[in-house]
C-alpha cells in the first residue's frame, strides 16, 4: 500500500503570491501533477495542513479545483494554524471525515490497511499547537477501539522538539500529554505532521515522528537560538509512505522539481563489488 503524504501547500487567491514571494498555487499544482503521474498510484492522498495561507473562501476554491484537477484517489486532510475550520468545511465538505466532528476537524479512517487517526491540533489565531483534553480523548479512545491495527496518526503541529528554536516555539504545546497516550498504543507506527516546512526526523514513545518538507517553500536550517525564522527555496518535495505487512512502513522523499537523470548505474573493473548490486 501506497500512502503520499503532502503538505503545507499555502495556496493563495489568484495571483497573490504566499509570504510576498511564493507561487503556491503554482508549486501545489506541480506537486499534484507529480502525485498524479506516479506509477503505482497511491492508495489514497494525505495533507497534513496549511491547506491555504490565509484560509480564505477564494483559497479553499483555488484548492478544491486543483484537487479535482489531478487527484482521483481519496483524500484526508487535518487543518493547520493557516487554516480556517469553516472555510474549510463549506468549500470541500466532499472530503471524508471534515464535519463529523461538530468542533473539530478530527477522524478516523478505517478502510485501508493501516488505520489513520486524522487529529485536529489547531488552536485558532496562534501559530503553536495544542491538544487538550478532549482532542487527546478523542485520540485516546480511537486507539483503544483497535489496538492491533497498524496506525498512523496524522497532524499539522510536530509533537516533539527539533532544535531548532523558531520551530520550537510553534511546536505542539501539550507534546507530553500526547507522548503518554501514544505510549498506551504500542501499535501507532508513526506520526505524520508538517508545519516546519522540512523534512525532521524524531521520536515520540515508541513511535517514529516525521515533519514533511512542504510542496512550496522550506524554512531555513539554523540552530542559532537568535536566528530569525525565513524561508528559503530548497526543492520542494512530498512523502510516499509504503506498508506491506511482512515489511511493515518505510518513507520516502519524492522530489517534485525535474533533475538529471537517471543514469545507468555503471561500476569501475576495480570496484569490490564488481558484478553485483550496485548503490
Ligand atoms: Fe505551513
Ligand atoms: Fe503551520
Given at each position: 500500500m501506497l500512502i503520499a503524504q503532502l503538505t503545507d501547500l499555502h495556496v493563495c487567491s489568484a495571483g497573490r503570491p504566499a509570504a510576498r514571494v511564493v507561487e503556491t498555487n503554482m508549486l501545489t499544482e506541480r506537486a499534484l501533477r507529480a502525485v498524479a503521474g506516479l506509477?503505482?498510484?497511491?492508495?489514497f492522498v494525505v495533507i497534513s495542513g496549511?491547506?491555504?495561507?490565509?484560509?480564505?473562501i477564494d483559497e479553499y476554491k483555488n484548492l478544491a479545483a486543483l484537487l479535482e484537477r489531478y487527484l482521483t484517489m481519496p483524500i484526508f486532510v487535518v487543518p493547520g494554524n493557516h487554516d480556517r475550520r469553516s472555510n474549510l468545511r463549506q468549500i470541500?465538505?466532499?472530503?471524508?471525515?471534515?464535519?463529523?466532528d461538530s468542533r473539530f476537524i478530527q477522524y478516523v479512517v478505517e478502510e485501508f490497511p493501516v488505520r489513520l487517526i486524522m487529529l485536529d491540533t489547531v488552536v485558532p489565531g496562534h501559530a503553536h499547537g495544542e491538544l487538550g483534553p478532549e482532542r487527546l480523548d478523542f485520540l485516546d479512545r480511537s486507539l483503544t477501539a483497535a489496538p492491533h491495527r497498524p496506525s498512523l496518526v496524522v497532524m499539522?503541529?510536530?509533537?516533539?522538539?527539533?532544535?531548532v528554536a523558531s520551530m520550537d516555539s510553534i511546536h505542539l504545546r501539550d507534546s507530553a500529554a500526547f507522548t503518554s497516550v501514544i505510549a498506551r498504543?504500542?501499535?501507532?507506527d508513526r506520526i505524520l505532521s508538517g508545519h516546519h516546512h522540512r523534512m525532521i526526523i524524531g521520536r515520540v514513545a515508541q513511535a517514529i515522528a516525521m515533519v514533511a518538507p512542504s510542496i512550496a517553500h522550506q524554512w531555513i536550517l539554523d540552530f542559532d537560538a537568535a536566528a530569525p525564522a525565513a524561508l528559503v527555496m530548497e526543492p520542494p518535495a512530498f512523502m510516499l509512505h509504503h506498508w506491506a505487512r511482512e515489511e511493515g512502513m518505510s518513507s520516502h522523499a519524492v522530489y517534485v522539481e525535474s533533475y538529471p537523470g537517471p543514469f545507468p548505474g555503471l561500476t569501475d573493473?576495480?570496484?569490490?563489488?564488481?558484478g553485483g548490486a550496485v548503490s
Open positions: 506509477r503505482p498510484a497511491p492508495d496549511d491547506l491555504t495561507e490565509n484560509g480564505l470541500l465538505p466532499h472530503l471524508p471525515g471534515v464535519s463529523s499539522h503541529h510536530p509533537p516533539f522538539r527539533c532544535g498504543h504500542q501499535q501507532v573493473p576495480e570496484y569490490p563489488g564488481h
